[in-house]
């Protein structure tokens, strides 16, 4: 008997935890995204690289720069919210956030790797001219993945940077460095503003 309600319980949790969905994300910690990547913006407009012929046949060293600037954009960005998941799970007393976060990571990883070797491809090859729309489509794919065991407003920022990227590709279009600011910048400061009223700080 004894045995039984254990299994009982233990499908059960299974069972929650297979409908759950993370919703302790941290609005402030995506409120900052927002503005390091703001910053991200300025320091490549004040270099002159917001056209995409500005991004071809760049000096070696002004290339990877560039490349470490948003690489290091991403990865603070990633640890904060992580950061900002963690404590807003302690407080919220939810406890499948760890399990629910990394189902999150995992779910993303695999658009965020195309992207990464993506990058890495056209830095050696010194083309950074579609580096932003091809950015947009792999981190929208990522989040349109996340959103599948986030909150919704999580997907619908990633099919924002999946049309962003998808105009920005178009030839002569002169979008990407908008749009890029607009999905990275705007769209996860109002998205942060968004959680932090909704669900909390």
Not at 32 to 46: N, P
Request: glycine share 12%; hydrophobic share 55%.
């Amino acid at each position: 008997m004894q045995q039984t309600s254990q299994t009982d319980l233990q499908t059960i949790r299974l069972a929650l935890e297979a409908n759950s969905r993370l919703t302790s994300l941290s609005g402030a910690a995506l409120v900052a995204s927002g503005v390091l990547a703001f910053a991200a913006a300025g320091l490549t407009s004040m270099a002159g690289l917001a056209e995409p012929e500005a991004r071809i046949g760049l000096d070696h060293a002004l290339l990877w720069q560039m490349v470490l600037l948003w690489s290091a954009t991403l990865l603070v960005s990633v640890k904060l919210n992580l950061f900002g998941m963690l404590r807003r799970a302690r407080q919220d007393g939810q406890p499948l956030a760890a399990r629910l976060g990394k189902r999150v990571l995992f779910a993303m990883l695999p658009a965020l790797a195309v992207g990464g070797a993506l990058t890495m491809g056209f830095a050696v090859n010194g083309r950074l001219d579609f580096i932003f729309p091809i950015w947009m489509l792999c981190y929208g794919a990522a989040l349109v993945a996340a959103g599948a065991h986030s909150i919704s407003s999580v997907r619908w920022l990633g099919i924002f940077m999946l049309l962003g990227g998808a105009v920005s590709m178009i030839p002569g279009a002169g979008t990407d460095f908008i749009f890029f600011t607009a999905t990275f910048g705007a769209g996860h400061f109002l998205l942060g503003f968004w959680v932090g009223v909704r669900y909390g700080w």
